[in-house]
């Protein structure tokens, strides 16, 4: 039976240890998803697949162009493909999420701001479009300088009404 040689200190390792052990199935999943879109978008992943492609496309003539030889590199890559759209969106939505969240924080933290703001993706389309006038009109205006939100607001939809 092999043994395992460690370097380092033993306490680190079993604190490493004891932490991976905490971690749920979906935390394990996102840290690899993280770690996968990290090392695939880099030139090197590209690279590699160039000479995937380039190997598999030179042993063509060994295989005198077989079905199999075929077979191979379209099923690799469904394969491929159907597993990375799991994994980058784990990954887009996880970072979309800690996003949200740092703009929410930001939204809480500016006095006068509209806390409404926060839960705006949960808006409906016609209230998201009117916002989205509402915000263009101040923008027209110049901007909402020593305006409360509230007062800003209210100024937009009295002129709306006056047109």
Known sequence: MATRKTTGSGSRSRRRRSADENLSLVDRFMEVSDALTDALGTPWALALSILLIVVWALTGPIFRFSDTWQLVINTATTIITFWMVFVIQTSQNRQAKA??????????SIPGARNRMIAAERESTEELKRQEEEFQETAERGGARDVPPEESAKRSKSERRNR
């Open 99 to 108: 996003l949200q969240f740092k703009l929410d924080e930001l939204i809480r």
